[in-house]
C-alpha cells in the first residue's frame, strides 16, 4: 500500500487520482486500492447535487405514482424509472408561492430554484439558486464548483409580460442580479472540464495520463483492472463523441465568420449544435456522469427544454415544438415528450448507479432532481410542480417512496422548504431561503 500511496495521489476519501499533462482524473472506486482498510460507509464518500429541468410543465394524465419500494406503481410517464423505483422519491404537491400570480412563462421560471420575488423590466432580480448555494459551500474541493449546461439556446428580449427572457432560459443563479450563463456546445463543456486548451485539445485526456494508468494496472487485482479499463474506455467514447461535435461546432463557427454573425444567432444544425436532440441530451448527460465520477464538480445542471421552447422532436411522430405542443399538454404529443425528458432523467440516474463506490453507488451519494416550472402548460397551472428525488445522499435521505404534500398547509408545500431540507444535508444551514423558514416535512 505504502508503494502505492507514492506513486499516486489520494484526496478526498482517499480515491486515486492520475496526473497528466494540465490534466487531473480521480479514479473510480478500487477495491485493491483499499485492501488494507474497512469500506467507508457512504458518508464518507463525496455528496453530489443535479437538476435536470424541462419547461411547459408534463401531460398530467400520466403523472402519477403509488406506493412504496419495489411495490411502486408509476404512470406511463414515469415508467422510465420503473428500474430506479427503490433509489427515487416521487414528491407531489409542492410549489414556488412568489412565482404564482404573477403572469405566465418567464414569471414562473425566474426563480424556481430560490423562491425570491423577481423583477419586471430591463433590470432582472432574482436570487441565489439553491444549486449555487451547495456549490459555494462544496465547490472548493473540486476544479469547477458547478457546471450549468443545456441543450438549448437562451432566448433574448423581453416576454410580453414585460418579463425578461432570460428567467425563462436560466435556472441556475450565482448571485440576485446575475444568472449563470448556459454552456450548449458538448465540447465546450468538455473543454472545460478538462482544461482542454490551444494544443492539448488535439490530445486525448487519456494519452496525458496513460503513464499513470499503465503503472496502476500493474498494482491492482484483476478485478479492478477490469474495472479500470471500462472505466478508461467510458471516458475515451464520449471523448470521440466530443471531438465529432467540436468539428461541427467550427464548422458552424467559420459559416457564420463568413456571413458576419456568430453560429449562436443561427438555427441548428447551422449553429453547430446536434440536430437530433436525442444525441445532444445523452451527452450533456455523459458529461454530467463523468464530471461527477471523476470528481471535477459535485454540482451541476441541464435544461434539456427551456421554457418557451421551439425545440422540435421529430423522432417522437410531434410536428408542432415544444411550447407549441404544451398549450395541448394533455395530447399524446406532448406525453411523449414529457416521457422523453423522464427518459433522459433516468438514463443519467441509471449511468450514476453504475459507479460504483464502496458498497454503494455514485447515486447513492447524490441527489438529482427532476422538475419543471408549471404542471398544466395549456392553463399555465404552476400551483405544484411535477418533481423527483433520485439517490440517497450519502445515506441521508430515505428513497423508494412517494411524497404527497398537495392536501398539507400553504406552509408545508414550499419549494424552498425543500430546498433547506437539502442544505442540511450537504452542510449548508440557513435560518431561511426564499419564503420558508421550516424544513419540509416527513423529506
Same mark, same amino acid.
Given at each position: 500500500?505504502?508503494?502505492?500511496?507514492?506513486?499516486?495521489?489520494?484526496?478526498?476519501?482517499?480515491?486515486?487520482?492520475?496526473?497528466?499533462?494540465?490534466?487531473?482524473?480521480?479514479?473510480?472506486?478500487?477495491?485493491?486500492?483499499?485492501?488494507?482498510?474497512?469500506?467507508?460507509?457512504?458518508?464518507?464518500?463525496?455528496?453530489?447535487?443535479?437538476?435536470?429541468?424541462?419547461?411547459?410543465?408534463?401531460?398530467?394524465?400520466?403523472?402519477? #405514482? @403509488?406506493?412504496?419500494?419495489?411495490?411502486?406503481?408509476?404512470?406511463?410517464? &414515469?415508467?422510465?424509472?420503473?428500474?430506479?423505483?427503490?433509489?427515487?422519491?416521487?414528491?407531489?404537491? &409542492?410549489?414556488?408561492?412568489?412565482?404564482?400570480?404573477?403572469?405566465?412563462?418567464?414569471?414562473?421560471?425566474?426563480?424556481?430554484?430560490?423562491?425570491?420575488?423577481?423583477?419586471?423590466?430591463?433590470?432582472?432580480?432574482?436570487?441565489?439558486?439553491?444549486?449555487?448555494?451547495?456549490?459555494?459551500?462544496?465547490?472548493?474541493?473540486?476544479?469547477?464548483?458547478?457546471?450549468?449546461?443545456?441543450? /438549448?439556446?437562451?432566448?433574448?428580449?423581453?416576454? @410580453?409580460?414585460? %418579463?425578461?427572457?432570460? +428567467?425563462?432560459?436560466?435556472?441556475?443563479?450565482?448571485?440576485?442580479?446575475?444568472?449563470?450563463?448556459?454552456?450548449?456546445?458538448?465540447?465546450?463543456?468538455? /473543454?472545460?472540464? %478538462?482544461?482542454?486548451?490551444?494544443?492539448?485539445?488535439?490530445?486525448?485526456?487519456?494519452?496525458?495520463?496513460?503513464?499513470?494508468?499503465?503503472?496502476?494496472?500493474?498494482?491492482?487485482?484483476?478485478?479492478?483492472?477490469?474495472? &479500470?479499463?471500462? +472505466?478508461?474506455?467510458?471516458?475515451?467514447?464520449?471523448?470521440?463523441?466530443?471531438?465529432?461535435?467540436?468539428?461541427?461546432?467550427?464548422?458552424?463557427? /467559420? #459559416? #457564420?465568420?463568413?456571413?458576419?454573425?456568430?453560429?449562436?444567432?443561427?438555427?441548428?444544425?447551422? *449553429?453547430?449544435?446536434?440536430?437530433?436532440?436525442? /444525441?445532444?441530451?445523452?451527452?450533456?448527460?455523459?458529461?454530467?456522469?463523468?464530471?461527477?465520477?471523476?470528481?471535477?464538480?459535485?454540482?451541476?445542471?441541464?435544461?434539456?427544454?427551456?421554457?418557451?421552447?421551439? $425545440? +422540435?422532436?421529430?423522432?417522437?411522430?410531434?410536428?408542432?415544438?415544444?411550447?407549441?405542443?404544451?398549450?395541448?399538454?394533455?395530447? !399524446?404529443?406532448?406525453?411523449?415528450?414529457?416521457?422523453?425528458?423522464?427518459?433522459?432523467?433516468?438514463?443519467?440516474?441509471?449511468?450514476?448507479?453504475?459507479?460504483?463506490?464502496?458498497?454503494?453507488?455514485?447515486?447513492?451519494?447524490?441527489?438529482? $432532481?427532476?422538475?419543471? *416550472?408549471?404542471?398544466?402548460?395549456?392553463?399555465?397551472?404552476?400551483?405544484?410542480?411535477?418533481?423527483?428525488?433520485?439517490?440517497?445522499?450519502?445515506?441521508?435521505?430515505?428513497?423508494?417512496?412517494?411524497?404527497?404534500?398537495?392536501? !398539507?398547509?400553504? !406552509?408545508?408545500?414550499? $419549494?424552498?422548504?425543500?430546498?433547506?431540507?437539502?442544505?442540511?444535508?450537504?452542510?449548508?444551514?440557513?435560518?431561511?431561503?426564499?419564503?420558508?423558514?421550516?424544513? &419540509?416535512?416527513?423529506?
Amino acid at each position: 500500500m505504502s508503494r502505492m500511496t507514492s506513486k499516486f495521489a489520494f484526496p478526498i476519501s482517499r480515491r486515486a487520482v492520475l496526473r497528466g499533462a494540465g490534466c487531473t482524473v480521480a479514479l473510480p472506486w478500487l477495491e485493491s486500492l483499499h485492501a488494507l482498510a474497512d469500506v467507508p460507509p457512504p458518508s464518507a464518500f463525496p455528496t453530489r447535487f443535479g437538476i435536470v429541468f424541462l419547461g411547459c410543465g408534463i401531460n398530467e394524465d400520466h403523472w402519477s #405514482a @403509488e406506493g412504496q419500494g419495489a411495490s411502486m406503481k408509476l404512470s406511463k410517464t &414515469l415508467a422510465p424509472l420503473e428500474p430506479l423505483k427503490e433509489k427515487i422519491n416521487v414528491v407531489d404537491g &409542492l410549489y414556488v408561492h412568489a412565482l404564482t400570480g404573477q403572469g405566465i412563462h418567464p414569471a414562473q421560471t425566474g426563480s424556481l430554484l430560490s423562491g425570491a420575488h423577481i423583477s419586471k423590466g430591463a433590470i432582472i432580480h432574482s436570487g441565489i439558486s439553491v444549486d449555487q448555494m451547495i456549490a459555494n459551500h462544496v465547490g472548493e474541493e473540486t476544479p469547477q464548483s458547478s457546471i450549468v449546461l443545456a441543450c /438549448d439556446q437562451p432566448l433574448t428580449g423581453y416576454h @410580453e409580460s414585460n %418579463f425578461s427572457l432570460a +428567467y425563462s432560459s436560466h435556472i441556475s443563479w450565482q448571485s440576485p442580479d446575475s444568472p449563470v450563463p448556459v454552456e450548449v456546445y458538448p465540447s465546450l463543456a468538455w /473543454d472545460n472540464l %478538462f482544461d482542454n486548451r490551444g494544443s492539448l485539445q488535439n490530445l486525448s485526456i487519456l494519452d496525458r495520463v496513460k503513464d499513470r494508468a499503465q503503472d496502476l494496472s500493474k498494482c491492482i487485482s484483476a478485478t479492478d483492472k477490469g474495472k &479500470l479499463d471500462e +472505466y478508461l474506455t467510458s471516458v475515451r467514447e464520449v471523448e470521440r463523441r466530443v471531438e465529432g461535435m467540436r468539428k461541427d461546432k467550427a464548422d458552424a463557427d /467559420d #459559416a #457564420a465568420k463568413a456571413k458576419n454573425t456568430v453560429a449562436a444567432t443561427m438555427e441548428r444544425p447551422a *449553429n453547430g449544435l446536434p440536430e437530433d436532440l436525442r /444525441d445532444h441530451s445523452r451527452l450533456m448527460c455523459d458529461i454530467i456522469a463523468i464530471a461527477f465520477q471523476t470528481n471535477k464538480t459535485r454540482v451541476a445542471s441541464l435544461i434539456i427544454s427551456h421554457d418557451l421552447s421551439a $425545440m +422540435y422532436y421529430p423522432f417522437l411522430n410531434v410536428k408542432d415544438g415544444h411550447h407549441s405542443a404544451s398549450h395541448n399538454n394533455n395530447s !399524446d404529443d406532448y406525453e411523449r415528450i414529457s416521457r422523453f425528458h423522464v427518459e433522459q432523467y433516468a438514463y443519467l440516474a441509471s449511468k450514476l448507479d453504475t459507479m460504483k463506490e464502496g458498497n454503494g453507488t455514485v447515486l447513492d451519494n447524490t441527489c438529482l $432532481m427532476f422538475l419543471s *416550472n408549471m404542471w398544466i402548460g395549456r392553463t399555465h397551472d404552476n400551483f405544484r410542480l411535477p418533481l423527483v428525488l433520485a439517490g440517497g445522499l450519502g445515506g441521508t435521505l430515505q428513497t423508494g417512496r412517494t411524497l404527497n404534500y398537495l392536501n !398539507d398547509s400553504g !406552509d408545508n408545500r414550499k $419549494m424552498c422548504s425543500l430546498y433547506l431540507s437539502l442544505m442540511d444535508r450537504y452542510g449548508v444551514k440557513l435560518e431561511q431561503f426564499g419564503d420558508s423558514q421550516t424544513r &419540509l416535512e416527513r423529506l
